[in-house]
Structure formats: C-alpha cells, structure tokens
C-alpha cells in the first residue's frame, strides 16, 4: 500500500467537478483579492493581501462546496471553511514556494488533521511499533494554494494542490497538483469502459441436440 490508495480514496469519493470548480474559485479568489490589495504601500502590501487572500478565497472554497454538495460549515471572520463529502472532510489553506511551514499555524486545522492518524500506516511504517491499518471514518484533505513569494507576482496561485497530511502536519501522506490529479478520472473511466459483464449460461434453457 502507498500513497496511490490514498489518491484512489479521494478519487472515488470526490466528484471531479467538486475538484474543478474548487481550483477554479481559488483562483479566482486569489486574483480578486489582489486587486482590492495592490493599491497598498510595499510596507503593507504582504500583510494585506494575505488578509484579503483570507476573505475572498474562503468566499470561493464556500461557494465551490455549497454548490457540489460539500456541506461547508458558515463564512465568519477568521474562521476556516470546512466542507465535506462521505468520509473526506475538506479544509484549505495559502502557502509559498518551498517548504510549507505555516500549514501548522492554525490549531483548527491542526485538529483536522489528527483524523489522518488512521492513514498513516499506508505510507509511513514504524518497524518498532507496527501498527495496522484500520477503515477511517474520517479522513482529512486540504487545498493548498501555493502562491509566489514575491507579493507583486503573486495574483494567482503557482499551483492549487491536493494534499493530505500526517496527523500533526509535519509530512504529507499525499500530494499532487490538481492539474494532475484531475487525470485519474480519465484513467478511471477508461478502466471502467474496459469491463464487459460476463453472462452465465442457463444449463436448463440450452436446447436438447438432436437424437438425444
């Protein structure tokens, strides 16, 4: 078992379109959130994109969820939108090239994150404590928004990328760009085409040969 059973997971429990338009509204709210900040002084302009950042690609995530059945909790101040659907439940945050330290800033979602305790035994193995891997209940994907760590190129994301974290953010189980995990519902649906029912035969409605 690897990471791809994760990907499988995800894939069969998130519609594509759900995918799609999330990254579509991130954008989106990314590069509105720049044009209500651009007009800030250099001084103030990181800490004020950040916070519009905050507002309008929460506003996205929310719409992107209400609208494909992702039963998002309420936009309200600070607070993260959580969505979900079957046993994913979604989350989001902003990051910049390189390492993503700041994931960890935020203890909601750091408590998101402890429901992947249950995961990690399909990547990480402890060879002095083995443990086994149990069905989750709940498991917890977020959407990172990767932007540019210089302010002025940074009107839309580098990347929005699918990734699931270890129960303490520390590592990620998972991770891909939504461009490429996309893909795997092609790759799914041509599996599927592929798959021809085999029909039994009746031994009792076969005709008798002649001269039996």
């Not at 945050?93 to 990690?120: C, D, M, Y």
């Not at 060879?127 to 009107?155: C, K």
């Amino acid at each position: 078992m690897s990471s791809e059973t994760i990907a499988t997971l995800i894939a069969d429990t998130l519609p594509r379109e759900l995918i799609l338009t999330i990254d579509e509204l991130l954008e989106a709210g990314a590069a509105r959130a720049y044009q209500k900040a651009i007009d800030a002084s250099d001084g103030h302009l990181p800490h004020v994109v950040g916070t519009m950042r905050h507002f309008c690609m929460n506003e996205g995530f929310y719409a992107a969820l209400e609208g494909n059945g992702g039963a998002p909790t309420q936009v309200r101040g600070n607070r993260l939108v959580v969505g979900r659907v079957g046993m994913i439940q979604l989350a989001r945050f902003n990051t910049h090239q390189g390492p993503w330290n700041n994931a960890r800033r935020s203890k909601q979602r750091l408590v998101l994150a402890q429901a992947n305790k249950a995961i990690e035994p399909l990547v990480i193995q402890d060879l002095l404590d083995p443990q086994p891997y149990v069905e989750p209940a709940t498991i917890t994907v977020f959407f990172a928004a990767v932007f540019s760590p210089h302010v002025r190129d940074g009107e839309r994301p580098i990347s929005i990328e699918i990734a699931v974290p270890d129960k303490e953010m520390r590592g990620w189980l998972f991770r891909e760009p939504v461009e490429l995990f996309v893909r795997r519902y092609t790759k799914k649906t041509v599996q599927e085409d592929k798959a021809r029912p085999t029909l039994k035969i009746n031994k009792e409605n076969e005709a008798t040969p002649p001269g039996s």
